[in-house]
């Protein structure tokens, strides 16, 4: 067997369909079969139960998958090692971003990541925070941009850009609107129009309702901040958005505070402490595009890493930089925030697009 038949052998097992997985990894359907048969050959088992119109593991193959997953973590860990000690860049990056939304800093960002590196392949997904977040820690995303609840997450470096509180927006002529500050209670007495579960903005807002014992009555739920105040301008909903995302809807949509909502939301940037010279390169890249600077590195030291003490020193930057409770304020930008906008956006794959005006979405 080799590491190509165990890629295609996780790109299935983990897409659960043959042709989405030989998207996935940039070849035909038949010859991501063929490589799977010839290892199931090689292995005397059938991996995958195809008798159903979902592709399944069969036991033999549960007990290959993380067995698989490991060896092609090992192989990459061979590549991050050979760069750690001579500068070399090289590879494949796995970028996740939260779903429905455009974040142009983000693209701006890969766009110059590959303009300096372009013999890196970049790949872009979408989904919402909770699962990105687990693809982070799996190994499987080098990177993700996400929208949350919390500032940390236990096992990752997390870059927080935004943090912000979150608003009630109505039509004029809604009872809300005639009030400068509103509270959960308030909203209680209303349909309320949302994110779905999964997002950092729904995740902050139920457990402020659950703290306080209210009991909100969803009524609708989009994974877009234009769909969600195109919905509350109709007269469907109370529209529950951050700070900042409400600032787009004031041709047709009031914002009110939400008075008793102590936490508030983040977007932020997540991976592994011992994340690869890649990752760390765009991450330089990314804090350039939201406006952020670079720390400062040691004298002399080489921009990826070259040798163990220029690492600690980079780690002890990344701590202070990415970890600092005083980095930022409920509903400011760190530093300045760039607008937000979240349409409807499709998954990306391969290169980075070119670069535009810095805008964040939906989180």
């Known amino acids: ?50 008798s159903a119109r979902t592709t399944t593991l069969t036991v033999a193959g ?9 060896a092609l973590l090992a192989a990459a860990a061979v590549g991050q090692s050979v760069g750690e000690v001579t500068g070399l860049i090289r590879g494949r990056l796995n970028i996740g971003m939260v779903i429905g939304c455009t974040v142009t800093p983000l ?55 935004i943090e912000e509180g979150l608003v009630a ?80 809807y004031t041709d047709r949509l009031t914002a009110r505070a939400i008075d008793d909502m102590d936490a508030p939301a983040f977007l932020s940037l997540v991976r592994k402490p011992d994340a690869g010279p890649a990752v760390r390169e765009l991450l330089a890249h990314g804090r350039r595009a939201f406006g952020m600077g670079v720390p400062e590195r040691e004298p002399g030291a080489d921009p990826v890493g070259a040798g163990r003490a220029g690492r600690a020193g980079r780690a002890r930057d990344a701590q202070r930089a990415e970890r600092s409770p005083g980095a930022g304020s409920r509903g400011r930008l760190m530093p300045p925030r760039p607008p937000i906008s979240a349409p409807p956006s499709p998954a990306a794959s391969t290169r980075a697009p070119p670069p535009t005006p810095p805008r964040t979405g939906r989180r």
């Not at 549960?62 to 490991?70: I, S, T």
């Open 1 to 50: 067997m080799d590491l190509r038949q165990l890629e295609y052998f996780v790109a299935v097992a983990e897409e659960r369909n043959f042709t989405r997985a030989a998207e996935r990894v940039h070849i035909s359907q038949s010859g991501v079969s063929a490589q799977i048969r010839q290892l199931e050959r090689e292995l005397g088992a059938e991996l995958f139960d195809r």
């Open 62 to 70: 549960r007990a290959a998958l993380g067995h698989a997953r490991a």
């Open 107 to 161: 693209f701006d960002a890969l766009a110059a990541f590959h303009r300096a590196h372009p013999g890196v392949e970049i790949s872009l997904v979408e989904d919402n925070s909770d699962r990105l977040v687990d693809g982070v820690r799996a190994g499987t995303l080098d990177l993700a941009l996400i929208g949350t609840s919390a500032a940390t997450h236990e096992g990752l470096d997390t870059l927080t850009i």
């Open 169 to 248: 927006a109505v039509p004029a002529g809604h009872p809300l609107a005639k009030r400068r500050r509103v509270t959960l209670g308030d909203l209680g007495a209303y349909p309320i129009v949302c994110m779905p579960p999964g997002t950092g903005l729904r995740t902050v807002f139920d457990r402020a309702c659950a703290a306080r014992g209210v009991e909100p009555a969803i009524a609708l739920q989009a994974s877009a901040a234009d769909a969600i105040a195109d919905l509350a301008a109709r007269g469907l909903g109370v529209a529950v958005l951050s700070d900042s995302m409400a600032e787009r």
